[in-house]
């Protein structure tokens, strides 16, 4: 799966119209796009897994940081 298919059926999961799932797969290919256009971030963490794999993550970006 890729993200968007996960975030998809998060939202199908949760009962979510088809309108307010496109919106936000929209807005988020929006701020994928937004993102990769700057300079701003070296790393990108989603939040896809469970809590302890974001944590994870995120801590393996603050020792290479």
Same mark, same amino acid.
């Given at each position: ?8 059926? @998060?939202?199908? !999961?949760?009962? #979510? ?9 929209? $807005?988020?290919?929006?701020?994928? %796009?937004?993102? @990769?256009?700057? !300079?701003?971030? #070296? ?9 302890? $794999?974001?944590?994870?993550?995120? %801590?393996?970006?603050?020792?290479? !940081?």
């Amino acid at each position: 799966f890729n993200q968007e298919d996960v975030l998809r059926k @998060r939202l199908q !999961d949760r009962g #979510e119209s088809i309108e307010l799932i496109e919106r936000r797969i929209s $807005d988020c290919r929006g701020w994928d %796009e937004q993102f @990769r256009r700057t !300079d701003l971030f #070296e790393f990108f963490v989603t939040n896809d897994g469970d809590v302890e $794999d974001t944590i994870e993550a995120v %801590e393996k970006v603050i020792r290479i !940081d």
